[in-house]
């Protein structure tokens, strides 16, 4: 990640001043709850990613800033309804949003952030990024309903979740990246190729989160383990499980994740099963594949510091999982 902030730091500071700027409203509460959550940590890989595209066209203009922060409102957004949606009570670490101000709060403020960004977009004044990111915020919220129905679903193949994971996450890193190009002039095919490096990226970025709810220290995930099976999330690692166990193995597993609140014992016995049939490795592994796809689409672009920051981020995103 070093090479990344070398690059962009300067413009990531920018970005967070944005944000507070982007935030003013007569409204103490929103202000309130928008800097908790924005000002949380986070990785800001979104923004990041909308810079590095940007410059990777030599864009040395003023639009990169402002548009990586409404990148990051609607992230912001999604993840304070998220939170609702999931009864979380840890995010990035902390007290999620919900768990402090209550439900109706991180509702309304998530709403506010989203109006915001819109209007963000509309000052921006390209309707080109405008399409962009307003398709990218309708598929997340198809994707958050794919994932409502799925929930639960033992029989819920690879390809169906891939499908979730790129409504509900990719989607946006892809349009992070793409509209990096736009405003920075990219042609036609480097507009795609940098829209298809976020895609494969942010699914395998999902796919890591998938492996870190099972594995990962609390406090460096920054959310509690194991709360994608106690909300009946099933993931790949647990997919890929579910193909090689015994029946007798898929009953138990449905058993778990249809009940409304795990029981002691119930996480470690579906972990021991997602380790013994090797769901953990058979996920990095097509995590690796994805990141692998991932940088052949930039093949387009001359070797640069640019480029390989963008290759050393999609590394990031695999290795802060092993």
Same mark, same amino acid.
């Given at each position: 990640?070093?090479?990344?902030?070398?690059? @962009?730091?300067?413009?990531?500071?920018n970005?967070?001043?944005?944000?507070?700027k982007?935030?003013?409203?007569?409204? +103490?509460? @929103?202000?309130?709850?928008?800097?908790?959550?924005?000002?949380?940590?986070?990785k800001?890989?979104?923004?990041?990613?909308l810079?590095?595209?940007?410059k990777?066209?030599?864009? #040395?203009?003023e639009? #990169?800033? +402002?548009?990586?922060?409404?990148?990051e409102?609607?992230?912001?957004?999604t993840?304070?309804h998220?939170d609702?949606?999931?009864?979380?009570?840890?995010?990035?670490?902390l007290?999620?949003?919900?768990t402090?101000?209550?439900n109706e709060?991180?509702?309304?403020?998530?709403?506010?952030?989203?109006s915001?960004?819109f209007?963000?977009?509309?000052?921006?004044?390209?309707?080109?990024?405008?399409?962009?990111?307003?398709? !990218?915020t309708?598929?997340?919220?198809?994707?958050e309903?794919?994932?409502?129905?799925?929930?639960s679903?033992v029989?819920?193949?690879?390809e169906?979740?891939i499908?979730v994971?790129?409504?509900?996450?990719?989607?946006?890193l892809a349009?992070a990246c793409?509209?990096?190009?736009? =405003? $920075? $002039? !990219?042609?036609?095919?480097q507009?795609a190729?940098?829209?298809a490096? $976020?895609?494969?990226?942010g699914?395998?970025?999902?796919?890591?989160?998938?492996?870190l709810d099972?594995?990962?220290d609390?406090?460096?995930?920054g959310?509690s383990?194991g709360?994608?099976?106690?909300?009946?999330? =099933?993931?790949?690692p647990?997919?890929?499980?579910l193909?090689?166990?015994?029946?007798?193995e898929?009953?138990?597993?449905? #058993?778990?994740v249809?009940?409304?609140?795990?029981?002691?014992?119930?996480?470690?016995?579906?972990f021991?099963?997602?380790?013994?049939?090797?769901g953990?490795?058979?996920? =990095?592994?097509?995590?690796?594949e994805?990141? !692998?796809?991932?940088?052949s689409?930039?093949?387009?672009f001359?070797d640069? +510091?640019?480029?390989r920051?963008?290759?050393s981020?999609?590394?990031?995103?695999?290795?802060?999982?092993?």
């Open positions: 990640m070093e090479s990344v902030i070398a690059l @962009i730091g300067a413009d990531l500071k970005v967070e001043r944005q944000f507070k982007d935030l003013e409203s007569e409204v +103490p509460l @929103i202000r309130k709850v928008g800097e908790y959550v924005l000002s949380s940590g986070g800001r890989i979104r923004p990041a990613l810079l590095l595209a940007a990777l066209l030599d864009y #040395s203009g639009r #990169s800033v +402002p548009l990586a922060s409404v990148v409102f609607i992230h912001t957004a993840l304070l998220d609702v949606v999931d009864s979380a009570n840890l995010r990035r670490g007290a999620s949003a919900n402090l101000w209550g709060a991180s509702v309304l403020v998530g709403d506010f952030l989203f915001k960004s209007s963000l977009m509309v000052a921006d004044g390209d309707l080109n990024v405008l399409r962009v990111l307003a398709d !990218a309708t598929r997340i919220a198809e994707g309903v794919m994932q409502l129905i799925c929930t679903d029989d819920i193949t690879e169906r979740y499908e994971v790129v409504c509900k996450t990719a989607v946006l349009a793409q509209a990096g190009a736009i =405003i $920075g $002039g !990219a042609t036609v095919e507009e190729a940098l829209a490096f $976020g895609m494969d990226l699914i395998a970025f999902q796919l890591m989160d998938d492996t099972y594995v990962a609390e406090k460096e995930f959310k383990i709360h994608d099976l106690e909300e009946g999330k =099933i993931t790949l647990l997919i890929e499980t193909k090689r166990c015994s029946a007798a898929r009953d138990i597993v449905g #058993s778990i249809e009940k409304e609140e795990l029981e002691s014992g119930d996480f470690d016995q579906v021991a099963l997602v380790t013994r049939f090797g953990l490795d058979y996920t =990095i592994h097509r995590a690796e994805y990141v !692998a796809a991932a940088k689409h930039l093949e387009i001359a640069s +510091p640019v480029r920051a963008l290759f981020l999609a590394d990031y995103v695999v290795t802060r999982g092993k």
